[in-house]
């Protein structure tokens, strides 16, 4: 069941889009704020985004942009007030797959859903999307783990945790630089956040967890 995050203010639409494609066997998840449907990108694994353009808190076209930095491949498609063009243009150039103007009928935004849904599923697998460090295999693509044969769950933060670890092993990664690469510029929250997730991740790892190595006073490493 593919998993849609709905970023829209007018709470009626949300609604209805909630009911409708719940309907349709899709799973999701509401928020109202461009900062809530940033929130909820990082902290829940979705398959594919609605996003409205005129937001509060912070607008859909700035909510695209921070996704990006992040993700490449989950498809988004823009809800954008009919006649701003300007939107779509910018929207289409901050990396939206697609886009749909209001009001519009839920049966076309269904089949854009599918066409959006079927070609993220068929995007190809590279080598670079595969990574392996001893026991561990990760797929950048399908955003699964596996450890000595077995799928280890992450949440979405650990999964991207474990991401930048394994691109750059053995070197020391400050708690800045993890903020910055996995939580992104934006984040303002303490830097303890790291420690935490970092204590979830090596739990979840099971033995394999022992590789990533506290440096006193430095941060943290992956190595053998």
């Keep these: 069941m593919s998993k849609i995050l709905i970023v829209e203010d007018e709470q ?4 209805v889009l909630e009911l409708e494609l719940s309907f349709e066997g ?5 928020t109202h704020t461009g900062t809530d449907g940033l929130l909820a990108f990082h902290e829940q694994e979705v398959d594919l985004i609605l996003l409205d ?3 509060p808190e912070m607008n859909g076209l700035e909510v695209l942009k921070r996704i ?7 498809p988004v498609i823009l809800l954008t007030a009919k006649g701003e063009i300007q939107d779509k243009v910018t929207g ?6 697609d886009y749909i103007t209001k009001p519009f009928e839920f049966d076309e935004l269904l089949a854009r859903i599918r066409v959006a849904l079927r ?8 080598n670079e999307q595969q990574m392996t460090f001893e026991d561990l295999q990760l797929n950048e693509q399908t955003r699964e783990v596996w450890r000595g044969g077995n799928l280890v769950e992450l949440t979405p933060r650990e999964f991207d945790l474990l991401v930048h670890l394994m691109k750059h092993p053995k070197l020391v990664q400050s708690r800045e630089q993890l903020l910055n690469t996995v939580w992104g510029y934006d984040y303002f929250g303490s830097d303890r956040v790291v420690d935490n997730h970092i204590k979830k991740l090596r739990k979840a790892l099971g033995n394999a967890g022992s590789q990533i190595k506290t440096v006193i006073t430095k941060g943290y490493k992956l190595t053998e």
């Design 12 to 15: 009626q639409i949300a609604r």
């Design 26 to 30: 899709y799973e999701t998840v509401v």
């Design 53 to 55: 353009v005129m937001l």
């Design 68 to 74: 990006r930095k992040h993700n490449e491949m989950i």
């Design 92 to 97: 289409l150039d901050y990396g939206a797959n």
């Design 119 to 126: 070609f993220s599923t068929k995007a190809p697998q590279t």
